[in-house]
DNA sequence: CTTGGCATGTAACGAGTTACATGATTTG
DNA sequence: CAAATCATGTAACTCGTTACATGCCAAG
């Protein structure tokens, strides 16, 4: 099963460039919500998609701070996005040591344990807080756009409101299984 | 920030055998719940903790069959597995190419949007039944045991639980974005 | 005066996938 | 008779992380 074409994280690359021109590292900032990737592997692999066409590149020059590289899509790496979203999708990829630990969790002390869903529950919460402040500034910011399926703003969206979900979802779970510890 | 002890993977084959010994290529077939590896990936790091006596193997000979070779932890195996869950969260690992596809989803065909969406939907189906069958069959086998925290069957059914949740909620999602589309 | 943000890059290493390799039994 | 299941392993490769490298500015 050879892998045709660009990988994932190339495609979310140039998703992010269709949806606006930015740097490198302003990627590296909003990239967390589908897929985690460092600096030190966004760099090369823009420079490679500069390379073969599928990105354009201005150099800004800055005062005080390092020069920046504002990479846009062009024509090609348009056309290719196009392309990919109808071809089969892959699994996946979720790697959660929590809830490797969720597994082994009867090996725990109840006070570790509940520590732990705690923690974790804690953590969803200002997920939820920050995403909500998100959500609320683009219904503000762009109104019916963001339901209009043909708007850059409308694929943001319901990524945006997906990821709500999957943290509000998160805490219910927390919610439920401390109930477990506490009778 | 130096990581020190074993990989996500490690604890995860650590966790598994805590429940019960099983061979590798069962392990294979379970681990997809939390982190997902191929058995290439997983031999060699089996030989590896054993090595390193976090394991005990035992070679079963088989007819008609290769033999096989069932793992079981160790006391140290246990005490490292117990020592790692109050250790600080790594954060989840998620690589997921349907939400880059849906961030882009504003360029293409409604028609291909669509059928992205009822695909997703359809497999998430899919995955619930199995889901269903399997939490079904635990309450009959084990009942009460199940909310038990102290019983090794506590932890498979919290995350089965989770995993359930997620797959249901993945649903609701793809429902109400394919309503973008209909009106 | 130190921590964090802005801004880009490379080198070395560890993690993970794909393909190669083998071989009997059962099911369609 | 082909495909799937059981069962384990290695080699070559790609992907991803950690650490190294630089340097100015603003805020506490």
Known sequence: MERIGLNGLSYSLLGMLAYKSCTGYEISKMLEVFWQAKHSQI????????????????????IGKPDKKVYSITALGVETLEKWIPNPLQESIVRDEFLAKI???????????????????QFFRHKVA????????????????????????????LLFMRKLQMEQDEIDWCLWAL?????
Not at 130 to 146: A, C, S
Request: some cysteine; hydrophobic content about 30%; glycine content about 4%.
């Open 130 to 157: 920050e995403r909500d402040k998100l959500i609320t500034q683009m219904e503000t910011e762009y109104g019916d756009e963001l339901t209009n399926p043909s708007s850059p703003h409308f694929g943001r969206y």
């Open 179 to 183: 109930r477990f510890f506490y009778q």
């Open 43 to 62: 760099y090369p692999l823009l420079i490679k998609l500069e390379e073969e066409g599928y990105l354009s590149v201005e150099v800004v020059p800055q």
């Open 103 to 121: 597994y082994s969790i009867w090996l725990a002390e109840p006070t570790t344990a509940v520590k732990l869903l705690e923690q974790r529950c």
